[in-house]
T-cell receptor, first 117, second 113 residues
Framework: NAGVMQNPRHLVRRRGQEARLRCSPMKGHSHVYWYRQLPEEGLKFMVYLQKENIIDESGMPKERFSAEFPKEGPSILRIQQVVRGDSAAYFC???????????????FGPGTRLTVT | AQSVTQPDIHITVSEGASLELRCNYSYGATPYLFWYVQSPGQGLQLLLKYFSGDTLVQGIKGFEAEFKRSQSSFNLRKPSVHWSDAAEYFCAAHAGNNRKLIWGLGTSLAVNP
């Protein structure tokens, strides 16, 4: 069973460009979570989604950031008009459908390291 | 506000020595608690978790953690550290009904030969 997949692993964007980060959850998992790891600030929750539905986006910046998890395909974290402060590691995690004990656990991908020049 | 605190930013131990990494939480009710490990440039691997029941939980790689409600703590331990344990360790928690993880700032572990 493949783990959580994220691509690209490294992404370089110039200021003002768009960044698209992809996350494919583990097989059978229905929920996806996005976290950002900034130097000196640790890991911060951004958003969590199930298929075609955002459950909690309380950690998302109000502007330029959006996330989706379509019926088919990976979850996408989109950052428009990137700025240097967006440089960070972005981690995706997934969990099984709610209702099982395992659903309380989150399994992480390797992350996407975004560098804005 | 909900929070997770790891008081030690950096710890150095000798190989073969015992290890304890501290974690304290502040939640309205007992949260679901986790320890993750991150090697440089890598993702996060789940070491162990506590949901309920036995307060001493066993994890992978020889790690264990003890939940103490009276101290709002969930400290990670290992009896004998190996050089390969050098990494960043994160304590995290969620409320159960809302699964967003709240993270400690991490403890960086260095192991001397």
């Amino acid at each position: 069973n493949a783990g959580v997949m994220q691509n690209p692993r490294h992404l370089v964007r110039r200021r003002g460009q768009e960044a698209r980060l992809r996350c494919s959850p583990m097989k059978g998992h229905s929920h996806v979570y996005w976290y950002r790891q900034l130097p000196e600030e640790g890991l911060k929750f951004m958003v969590y989604l199930q298929k075609e539905n955002i459950i909690d986006e309380s950690g998302m910046p109000k502007e330029r950031f959006s996330a989706e998890f379509p019926k088919e395909g990976p979850s996408i974290l989109r950052i428009q008009q990137v700025v240097r402060g967006d440089s960070a590691a972005y981690f995706c995690a997934s969990s099984p459908p709610f209702g099982s004990r395992k659903s309380y656990e989150q399994y992480f991908g390797p992350g996407t390291r975004l560098t804005v020049t | 506000a909900q929070s997770v605190t790891q008081p030690d930013i950096h710890i150095t131990v000798s190989e073969g020595a015992s290890l304890e990494l501290r974690c304290n939480y502040s939640y309205g009710a007992t949260p679901y608690l986790f320890w993750y490990v991150q090697s440089p440039g890598q993702g996060l691997q789940l070491l162990l978790k506590y949901f309920s029941g036995d307060t001493l939980v066993q994890g992978i790689k020889g790690f264990e953690a003890e939940f103490k409600r009276s101290q709002s703590s969930f400290n990670l331990r290992k009896p004998s550290v190996h050089w390969s344990d050098a990494a960043e360790y994160f304590c995290a928690a969620h409320a159960g009904n809302n699964r967003k993880l709240i993270w400690g700032l991490g403890t960086s572990l260095a192991v001397n030969p």
